[in-house]
């Protein structure tokens, strides 16, 4: 009696006993732990070149932290109030936001994996045994072709009836995560979310500068018609000028051909200005997910290109990494990569399961809940790996070369964000540069025009003088409103490259997801 009693004290303790051992074993983690790139930075964004020029007119970087709303620099309220919009509107943002809540959902499976699955069940079935099959009275094994006339027991009888079963009750079941393998899931999954975190923050930064870019270009395309307009009107004044004086038997019917031929170029000029504003306007409409035009009413207003600040903040080479958020995505993937490989390692070695179940089985509904119904069920299972035909190495290797890929990955995304950012600088100091020279090429040219229409007016020089003079100032023109426009769209460029304008721009309900 007293063995009796100690044996099932030490049946019941069993399994209290192993899960302990189990849960003692459960801190190991194999696989490589993560740890952050080092990346080596240029000393400073500032080469001599780049320092502050001796000409007012130019805007130059500074080391100042990066405003986050940069736009709000041109001091143009039409754009930052586009700009505004952009985070709530724009199609792939808000598909970048929905990939980002697929990834938290995606580790909320994961991290699940930690916990035990409990799970509560009931069933009826109705089973009618076969009369020859497993519960019939068949001959015994000993006796060949129940030669002795022996059987293996059953139920006696040809026709065996049909019963009901009735069972309800609980099963639960956890894998005692022993070396890591779960934690290395919900590691890799937790780096996937951080990923798309920082990819819906790129395309936010993106789609800024991309309204940004085609609202610069867009007045420029609008600068450059009232450009065409204007030339346009004095070329009808030369043509009416040319014809009087034809009239008049002072010059050739040559000179009023020369003056038409002029008024039809620069009139060719307008349709195709006017196509590309129509197309601006609707790439905007599309950036804010609008029908086309949409914007027309209010974008189809003349406004002047948007001028760029006298200084531009570029902040510090260190804050580069923080702030652009390719390259924060490439560093997740890399931890996400390095994770795998310790959920590759794990499958190599042995899974422990803990299964239990407890319910209520009968064969008469009557006595379903009847303590004499109960039945339970607890015990661990072991996996232990022994041939796969080479598929856990196999995996292994993968996870190991996609890590050495995840690697170079984040090492390009550097090297290319600081090309990124001296190309960008390098583009809007020279350009500025360019534009000094235009905008001294228009006054000469503008003197050179008049200086022609007097002599001409005068019969001391031909009309063809005035033509020539009349193309120059239209291409200095139309160079220096091109250069306008490049100047302002490289600074666009230069902030996209450095990263900054996504910080504070997202809705109030996507701020808070990405926290």
């Not at 014809?243 to 040559?254: E, N």
Request: proline share 6%.
């Amino acid at each position: 009696m007293f063995g009796m009693s100690f044996l099932k004290r030490g049946t019941a303790l069993a399994p209290v006993s192993l899960m302990a051992a189990a849960l003692s074993l459960g801190g190991c983690t194999v696989g490589p732990d993560f740890s952050p790139p080092s990346w080596a930075s240029p000393a400073s964004w500032f080469s001599r070149k780049q320092e502050p020029p001796p000409q007012p007119k130019l805007s130059y970087a500074v080391a100042e932290p990066v405003d986050p709303n940069w736009w709000r620099l041109f001091a143009d309220a039409q754009l930052t109030a586009l700009e505004d919009r952009v985070a709530a509107e724009n199609l792939d943002v808000r598909v970048a936001a929905i990939r980002f809540a697929e990834s938290r959902a995606q580790l909320a499976s994961v991290r699940s994996s930690l916990f035990p699955s409990l799970n509560a069940n009931a069933s009826y079935e109705r089973q009618k045994p076969s009369n020859t099959g497993e519960f019939a009275a068949v001959p015994d094994a000993l006796g060949a072709n129940g030669a002795y006339g022996n059987t293996t027991g059953g139920i006696s009888g040809q026709n065996i009836s049909a019963f009901d079963v009735y069972q309800t009750g609980f099963d639960a079941s956890w894998e005692v995560d022993l070396w890591g393998r779960v934690r290395r899931s919900v590691e890799s999954a937790t780096a996937n979310q951080q990923a798309a975190e920082e990819a819906q923050r790129a395309t936010l930064l993106s789609s800024l500068a991309e309204v940004a870019r085609d609202y610069i270009q867009l007045r420029g395309a609008q600068e450059q018609l009232r450009i065409a307009r204007e030339n346009l009107h004095t070329a009808q004044q030369s043509l009416r000028l040319t014809q009087q004086r034809a009239a008049g038997g002072v010059t050739t019917d040559l000179d009023v051909a020369n003056a038409s031929a002029q008024l039809r170029v620069t009139a060719a000029q307008i349709p195709a200005l006017e196509q590309q504003e129509a197309a601006l306007i609707n790439a905007l409409s599309l950036l804010l997910g609008q029908p086309p035009n949409a914007l027309r009413a209010e974008l189809a207003v003349p406004k002047p290109i948007p001028p760029v600040p006298p200084t531009v903040p570029v902040g510090l080479p260190s804050e580069l990494a923080r702030r652009r958020p390719d390259i924060r995505q490439a560093e997740a993937q890399l931890h996400a990569a390095t994770a795998d490989i310790g959920v590759a390692v794990a499958d190599f070695y042995p899974s422990l399961t803990l299964n239990g179940s407890v319910g209520l089985q009968s064969l008469q509904f009557a006595h379903v809940f009847d303590l004499n119904s109960r039945n339970y069920g607890l015990g661990p299972g072991l996996t232990v790996p022994l041939f796969r035909g080479g598929q856990l190495r196999a995996q292994l290797q993968l996870r190991e070369a996609q890590q050495q890929e995840a690697a170079i990955n984040y090492q390009k995304t550097v090297l290319q964000a600081w090309h990124d950012v001296d190309n960008a600088l390098t583009a809007y100091r020279t350009e500025q540069e360019r534009r000094v020279q235009l905008q001294q090429a228009v006054v000469e040219n503008q003197r050179a025009v008049s200086l022609a229409q007097s002599r001409y007016q005068q019969g001391v020089a031909d009309f063809l003088a005035v033509l020539d003079a009349e193309r120059s100032l239209l291409s200095s023109q139309q160079q220096l409103a091109d250069s306008t426009t490049t100047v302002s769209a490289n600074l666009v460029a230069l902030y996209k490259a450095l990263g900054g304008g996504w910080e504070t721009n997202l809705p109030v309900q996507q701020q808070t997801a990405v926290k």
